[in-house]
């Protein structure tokens, strides 16, 4: 009884801590781009303002049911891909297999997003949210074949065994003997968290924000939230693939520091155009996660 | 029915500190808007960015003359922005009609056809006056001084007869029934001055046109 009640109570901490955690990431990395920029830029917790400012608006243009349905299914469905995810050596939901299901599950979220825009019936919204399912087309196969490599190099498809096999230390991540997966995955990263050369479903100045382009108000502030557990989610595979997850401060800061990496690129660069991104994801990335896992099922 | 209130305390902060800014780039002023956006003064600081669409935005910067064209644009976004919201004028075309004072196709004062919360004068206003006047818009939202979106609302009659004074307004107001009244009370009037007159007030832009031209 006692167990099940600390289960529940993890169920209901873990998405708040993680939501907090995530709009705190995109402040900093709001003050993070500005310093780059040689600005001086907003305080660390200028996101949780505007969630707040959202939800505290009095109207939002509604456009019919499945307008305010899309963005709770894409929130939803990210929630529960967040189960998936041990955050401090601890899975909410944790059996052999789970990494199979995570990968499932995270295309719930633009799936539900395609819903709502589609009722909002901007033709922004509609290239945006095509832009963003070609590009999901892309990373997703550097994005399966990196984690089929770990899959593989370790003989199980459960997140915490993985965690397991790499405990004991720096010396025993996976980033080193499978490096080249490591950094596949990190260049399809780029994609999956929309920063700069892959940030086409969302592009402000060409397509005026894309899918977001006729949410307003309360279902904007929920977007907000979307995106800042998404940003979690997303680095977490990578933690746990490769950085060998670690206790719970441990497990943000490489976190964050996976986010950074992806930030200080988003900086300096320009945007590709989607079918230049589509080309990119299909070449190199593929190509070296490709290799990385012939070099796992060789010298296994 | 209650009396609608700007938002005040946690709201209030939340809402100054937290401005999404649609710069409707209409005249000259959009050349002070990136030295204010980048390094040099980083008007992000405060929390204000720019956004894509009105959907998103709390904040319509005027920035330079309208034309009437344009004023319809102008109120089509105002109108498409959700509550709280507010607007500023900027420079002297906004003010007075600054140096278009005589212009056939625009329009002199803003604050007839859409509630302006500030006014930034100059022609252009520097980047410091930007900033000073987002400060103040700041400070007044913390303290419930802007009220420009319930004034739209309580006196739209007003707003809709001035807007449908220079252009037609039957076809994407919110309140069409609304809209389609005004515009035919206004166009009574109109035909009858035109009885009156013996010189037409409004020169239509095909009368300039010497016939035997393609149209």
């Not at chain 1, 899959?151 to 965690?163: N, Q, V």
């Not at chain 1, 924000?209 to 680095?235: C, D, N, R, W």
């Not at chain 1, 070449?283 to 296994?300: E, F, H, N, R």
Request: aromatic share 12%; hydrophobic share 50%.
């Amino acid at each position: 009884m006692n167990a099940i009640g600390i289960q529940i109570g993890w169920i209901i901490f873990m998405p708040i801590l993680v939501i907090i955690m995530g709009l705190l990431y995109l402040g900093a990395a709001r003050k993070i781009t500005a310093r780059v920029h040689n600005r001086y830029g907003p305080p660390i917790y200028q996101n949780i303002i505007d969630v707040i400012k959202l939800f505290s608006k009095k109207r939002a243009t509604n456009h019919g049911v499945m307008f305010s349905l899309g963005p709770i299914m894409a929130f939803s469905g990210l929630l529960i891909s967040l189960m998936f995810i041990p955050i401090g050596n601890k899975a909410l939901l944790s059996f052999n297999g789970d990494i199979i299901v995570l990968l499932y599950l995270l295309v719930i979220a633009p799936l539900g997003m395609a819903l709502g825009v589609g009722e909002g019936a901007n033709p922004m919204g509609t290239i945006g949210i095509a832009r963003a399912l070609t590009l999901m087309l892309g990373y997703e196969v550097v994005l399966v074949i990196s984690a089929l490599s770990v899959m593989l190099y370790t003989g199980s498809a459960s997140f915490m065994k993985i965690i397991e096999a790499q405990s004991g230390g720096v010396g025993h991540w996976f980033l080193w003997p499978l490096f080249l997966s490591a950094l596949a995955m990190d260049m399809a990263l780029q994609g999956v968290l929309g920063e700069k050369p892959f940030d086409q479903p969302i592009a402000p100045h060409e397509i005026a924000s894309g899918p977001m382009v006729e949410f307003g108000g309360k279902y904007l502030g929920l977007l907000q939230l979307y995106h800042a557990v998404a940003i979690v989610v997303e680095t977490g595979i990578m933690v746990n693939l490769f950085l060998g997850g670690g206790t719970l401060f441990w497990w943000f800061v490489k976190s964050f520091t996976v986010f950074f990496i992806a930030l200080l690129i988003n900086a300096v660069m320009p945007r590709f155009r989607i079918g230049q991104a589509f080309k990119f994801f299909w070449t190199y990335p593929a190509a070296i996660s490709l290799l990385g896992l012939i070099l796992v099922a060789i010298l296994k | 029915m209650a009396k609608e209130k700007a938002p005040k305390g946690i709201k209030g902060w939340a809402q100054g500190r937290s401005l999404w800014m649609l710069h409707f780039c209409t005249g000259c002023g959009a050349i002070e808007m990136p030295p204010t956006m980048t390094s040099r003064y980083d008007m992000e600081r405060f929390g204000i960015t720019p956004m894509a669409t009105p959907r998103q935005a709390d904040l319509l910067l005027i920035t330079g003359y309208l034309t009437v064209k344009t004023l319809k644009r102008v109120v089509r976004s105002y109108e498409q922005m959700p509550d709280p919201k507010y607007v500023i004028g900027f420079g002297s075309c906004t003010v007075n009609g600054g140096m278009y004072w005589d212009s056939y196709n625009t329009i002199k004062r803003l604050d007839l056809y859409i509630p302006v919360d500030l006014y930034i004068a100059g022609c252009m206003p520097r980047p410091e006056a930007i900033i000073d006047s987002f400060t103040e818009l700041i400070k007044g939202i913390k303290e419930g001084r802007f009220d420009g979106w319930i004034r739209y609302r309580e006196n739209i009659e007003f707003y809709k007869r001035n807007q449908a004074m220079v252009m037609d307004i039957r076809k994407w107001s919110l309140d069409t029934e609304l809209a389609e009244r005004i515009w035919n009370e206004v166009q009574e009037e109109r035909k009858k001055r035109f009885e009156r007159a013996t010189v037409p007030h409004v020169y239509e832009l095909a009368e300039r046109i010497p016939e035997g031209l393609p149209k």
